[in-house]
């Protein structure tokens, strides 16, 4: 079946260690996105990434960093730096580029600091 | 610029009752809006999108939205609430020739029996 992986679901991290969380697709998507959901505040984008070895910022890149070494992988590393990381994040991918293209999510990962 | 105002961070009705969840939004370029809904510890799932085709727009599980323009408006329904309806939903915008969505702050939908 055809979607999108996140791992691992839950995640615990101790203050000021770096953490990678894992966005894998198997849909032939060109297009790659990292979203960070807190109550009450819907979807932020942290990074977006439209093509293998680019990627650009979105609304809150602050203390997050990615690659897109591979077409079917978009891996989010939350570093020290980011002061409030205790969030669910979740990874999508579209098509293309194209203001029409559906974005389809992964499950997500609940990443809580300690 | 484009922005999601949803009306209602909770809602409530009851199990066959008429659902009805507010949408509006702002865009200065035509506008591309789409439901999603969310159900606990899971990620998003597309219902509906518009797409500047027909106006009233079906989605999956009865769902259905009507683009208005003159009323900036994305409003969701459903005809008969179905207790597996309770979730959140989540009404995002994109406007034409721009490349990034951007959500509304969601509404929590809960059915009662």
């Known amino acids: 079946d055809g979607g999108i992986t996140q791992s691992p679901k839950y995640l615990f991290r101790k203050e000021g260690q770096n953490v990678t969380l894992s966005c894998e697709q198997n849909l032939n998507h060109d297009a790659m996105y990292w979203y960070r959901q807190d109550p009450g505040q819907g979807l932020r984008l942290i990074y977006y990434?439209?093509?293998?070895?680019?990627?650009q910022k979105g609304d809150i890149a602050e203390g997050y960093s990615v690659s897109r070494e591979k077409k079917e992988s978009f891996p989010l590393t939350v570093t020290s730096a980011q002061k409030n990381p205790t969030a669910f994040y979740l990874c999508?991918?579209?098509?293309?580029?194209?203001?029409?293209?559906?974005?389809?999510f992964g499950p997500g990962t609940r990443l809580t600091v300690l | 610029a484009q922005s999601v105002t949803q009306l209602g961070s909770h809602v409530s009705v009851s199990e066959g009752a008429l659902v009805l969840l507010r949408c509006n939004y702002s865009s200065s370029v035509p506008p591309y809006l789409f439901w999603y809904v969310q159900y606990p510890n899971q990620g998003l799932q597309l219902l509906l999108k518009?797409?500047?085709?027909?106006?009233l727009v079906k989605g999956i599980n009865d769902f259905e939205a009507e683009f208005k323009k003159s009323e900036t408006s994305f409003h969701l329904t459903k005809p008969s609430a179905h207790m597996s309806d309770a979730a959140e939903y989540f009404c995002a915008v994109n406007g034409q020739g721009a490349q990034k969505l951007v959500f509304g702050q969601g509404t929590r939908l809960t059915i009662n029996p």
């Open positions: 999508a991918s579209s098509m293309g580029q194209s203001s029409t293209d559906t974005q389809y």
């Open positions: 518009y797409t500047s085709a027909a106006t």
């Open positions: 990434s439209q093509i293998v070895n680019d990627f």
